[in-house]
Structure formats: C-alpha cells, structure tokens
Nanobody
C-alpha cells in the first residue's frame, strides 16, 4: 500500500515563500516520477512541476517557471516544492502525485487516477 502525504501549506502574503513537502511510503520511492498538481475549486487540475526518479529531469508549467523549484531526496523518500515570489493566483489546493508512468508526467500531463495521490494541502496567497 503506497501512502502519499503532503505538508507545508498555509497562508502567505504576495511575494512571500512557502516550501511544500511530500513523503511517500510503501514502495521504492526512486521508481516514481513525482509531481505537484494544483486545483482551484471549479477549475481543472494543473500540473505545476514534476521530477524524474533520479531527479535529473524536471518539468515546470509556464505559470511557475523561475519562481518554483521542485526537488527530491530519495534517501528520505521525500519530494519538495520551494515556492518563491508567490502570487494570489497561486492560491489552490496542492496535491502530490507519485506516478509509475514517467513519460506522461514529465511532459506536463496530469497523472491519472491510477497514480498515487495525497490528500492535498491548501496554499493561500493574500494580496
């Protein structure tokens, strides 16, 4: 049983920073490509960043390039999203996903329901 758990969300003023963490247990962490997906109520899900199993390949949505940095520590079975210069439009629930299908997530495709998902963490950016 794979378990995925996010942490680190919260309320921050525009221009501020937050770091999200995602811990995975139950399978070999390094075999998963990992991603951060966000969703605003009433909107679809957006893959904002993804990283390959060994960390050598990353993907960023245009909306976050230059502001967000994805990373992972395979020794700790944990992935991170450092979010800087946050904007009100970054407000969303952020989900962590662990995907066996590395080809899709690394080109910006939102993982399917067959991926392993966390429960989400709220990020709110005030203006």
């Amino acid at each position: 049983q794979v378990q995925v758990a996010e942490s680190g969300g919260g309320l921050v003023q525009a221009g501020g920073s937050l770091r999200l963490s995602c811990a995975v247990s139950g399978r070999t962490f390094s075999r998963f490509a990992m991603g951060w997906v966000r969703q605003v109520p009433g909107n679809g899900r957006e893959l904002v960043a993804a990283i390959s199993g060994n960390g050598g390949i990353t993907y960023y949505a245009n909306s976050v390039k230059g502001r967000f940095t994805i990373s992972r520590d395979n020794a700790k079975d944990t992935m991170y999203l450092q979010m800087n210069n946050l904007k009100p439009e970054d407000t969303a629930v952020y989900y962590c996903a662990a995907d066996w299908d590395t080809s899709r997530i690394l080109v910006g495709t939102v993982p399917s329901a067959e991926a392993y998902w966390g429960q989400g963490t709220q990020v709110t950016v005030s203006s």
